[in-house]
Structure formats: C-alpha cells, structure tokens
DNA sequence: TAAATTATGTAGCGATCAATCAATAAATTC
DNA sequence: GAATTTATTGATTGATCGCTACATAATTTA
C-alpha cells in the first residue's frame, strides 16, 4: 500500500502521495475537462496536494498531461489487438470502429477520446503540441497495419478511419449514444468495404 | 463608405467603426484561434478599438460570438442549397459533404467549421453552448431533409453525416488536404447510397 | 549526531482574462 | 446656446492562469 513511499535507498524526505494513482487521478480529470480548462489549482485539489509538490513530481502541466495521453493510447483501443493477419484488413477495422463506440460512450462525464479531444480543444497551446505528437504516432501505425492489407488504398482508408473516429469522438462529447455510434461505424465500413475490395 | 456613422435620426456622438465590419473581422479571428483563445484585447486590437467601445457595441464576447456564428450557418454549405426535390437524396448529401472538403480546406489559417471547431474547443463555457444550439438547430434541418427522400433511416443517415462532417472539420484543422478529405467525403457516400438504398 | 538530500507548506510572482467605471467628446434636439 | 444622448478614452477591477522562491520537515548516509 505504502511501498512506494518506502522505496530501497530513497534519500531525503519522502513523498506524502503516490504519482502512479495521481496519473490515473488525472487522467479522469483530463478527460473530463480538457486540456486548457483543467486548471493547477484543480488538479493540486483533486490529488490533495500543494502546487509545489506537483511541479517537485511532474515538472509542469504539459509533462503531466503528455505522460497520461501516452499511457492512455498504450491502454484504450490499442491497434495491436485488432488488427492479425489472419483476419481481413476490413474486419479489423469494422471491430475497431465498433470498439470505439462503445468506448467514447462508456461513461458520460468522459465521452470520447481523451487524446482527439484535447487535440481539438486546444489551438495551439502545447496541449495541442502533446496531443498531435501522440495521435499522428497512432495514424503512422494504424496506417502500416492497413497497409499489410490493402496497401493500394492503404493512406485513403486511413484518413476514413481517422475522421471516422474524430467524428464519434465528439459526436460522444455531444451527447451521441453508443447504439448510434455502433450504427454510424457499421456505415462507414461498408463504405470501406468497397473502397478495399475495389483495390484487390 | 462612412453611411454607417451618419444615419438618419442618430442621436448622440457617432460610432468611428462599422458594426457590420467589426462582425466580419471577428468571425475571422474567432475561425483562426478559436473562442476562448481569442481574448477581449486581441479583438480590440484587430478592430482598432477600445474594450469599452467593444462593450457598448455588442454587449458581450459570447454575444458577439452568437451573432457572428449565426451568420456564418447562414452562409457557409447553406443546406437549402443541397438538398431540393428533384434530385435523389443521397445525391445532395455527396454535393454537401463534397464541398464541406473543399470548403473547410479553402484557408489553412481558418480551416474547418467555424461552429464545429468552437463546439470542441469549449467543454463547459458559453461558447459551447452557443455552438451547441447553432449545431442542434442545423441537424434538425438536416434531418428533416433527409427525411424527405428516406424516412426510415433518416436519424441514422444525418448521424453518419453529422459524424463525417465534424471528423472532416477535426482533420482539415489538423492539415488534411482537400483531396483527400474529398476521397473520404465519397468513401462515406458509398455507405450511405446503400444505408438509404437498402431502405427504400 | 552532523551533513546531505528531498518533499512539503506558505505565500506570492507576473501575466492575462472578461468586463467596467468615471470622465470626456461629439453629435442631435429643444 | 443649453440640455440630452451616445460613444469615446484611459485606467482599472477582481479572478484566475501556470509556476516558483523560500523556509521547514523528514528521511538517508557518514
């Protein structure tokens, strides 16, 4: 419970909070409000500790922020899991898109993407900086698997896939249900369905 | 040139700037950076104006907003322009998504919806919920003209429509070109012609 | 026990936010 | 010309932003 306070040969004092459970903390709390809304004072609250303890443990806000977004694309929808190669390019991608429904839509307070998300609330602020760095590593790797596939129309699927998902992300944001996003994935992939067996 | 200054029956000491103006310049910057990264200053600056003179024009920031974004439905992919009787439903859904690509990717600067891309930005403030009402009311229209030419899978449709537009508007913000937003418009296309096809 | 090391609490930094106040200037009406 | 009306200028307001300086507390090493 408390081994990370009592860490081997840990000099000085040591930390009254845990930073693993404060990533997780804060990921909840990004999801919620964003980026640019989710302010120091808010977070410090929430982890029931002093501003200058969280700059002692994270540095700054965007090293917070960007240390979350990529635990946070490592665990939710993970394109290892959905795309094998003894399963049709399209079908991944139908499982994907079908996943991302249910996902966006899990919980209401944190709709959609964390990551496209705060792509979009942000303009130009290093939010957005984290947040384009870590989705445009997504785009390069979901477009190799496509193109193990389908690589003639490999970069076109892709950018469906991509604003596909960009769409059910804030279509979750606003409110849209899970069963509306599983039927709009379902259109869309027939959509890529032809775009991919045209290609073969 | 300066009939805006000396109307008729106009009490009091003129204005020395053009409401009407002030609404157009606006509605750049607010598509540039947004509407909460768009501060009172910047505004005032841009129009050559003080903040009081501001105040005293339109009132709020989320006023000025709400006027400008208003405008901008009223203008830009006016749906009464796509969708008319005599031309099958799925049809005008192509022209509109078409050229929503080349429309969002017409200025690098000011790429994307300006109404969509506000609704993102804001989590909780009054922009959302101006863009929010903005949104709702043009997917109504939406859907009332979908509903005209395929009222089984009318909802369904202006989803898929609704979710393909804001996906567009994310990936034009984020440097997708034109044509390739143009092939993503025809990819969906192809799944909505058999979604409505399959309904009639 | 002394020195070194690290985290904590308190307090506040300068900047920026949307919005406003009082005083003044420029027009019309009487 | 005097009164009225409206817009201007200039200086701020209180709140919040991310972040930090400083002294103190709590631990390890020597």
């Known amino acids: ?36 809304a989710l302010g120091i004072a808010a977070i410090t609250e929430a982890l029931g500790i002093r501003p200058a303890s969280f700059y002692a443990a994270f540095g700054s806000k965007a090293a917070y922020f960007e240390r979350i977004a990529e635990a946070y694309v490592a665990e939710v929808l993970p394109l290892e899991a959905f795309f094998r190669d003894d399963c049709p390019i399209v079908d991944s991608i139908a499982e994907l898109l079908g996943e991302a429904a249910r996902t966006y839509t899990t919980c209401s307070d944190q709709a959609g993407c964390l990551v496209l998300e705060a792509l979009r609330a942000d303009r130009s602020g290093e939010g957005r900086r984290i947040a384009m760095r870590v989705a445009q590593i997504r785009r390069e790797k979901l477009q190799a698997f496509i193109a193990r596939g389908a690589p003639a129309v ?46 073969a």
Chains 1, 2 share one sequence.
């Open 1 to 36: 419970m408390t081994d990370h306070l009592l860490s081997k040969g840990a000099r000085g004092r040591p930390r009254r909070f845990d930073p693993n459970a404060a990533l997780i903390t804060g990921r909840a709390l990004f999801h919620t409000h964003g980026y640019e």
């Open 154 to 199: 490999a970069f076109i699927a892709t950018d469906v896939v991509t604003v596909t998902m960009a769409g059910m992300s804030a279509a979750a944001r606003d409110g849209v249900s899970c069963v509306c996003l599983e039927q709009v994935a379902a259109v869309a992939t027939v959509g890529l369905r032809s775009l991919i067996e045209g290609s």
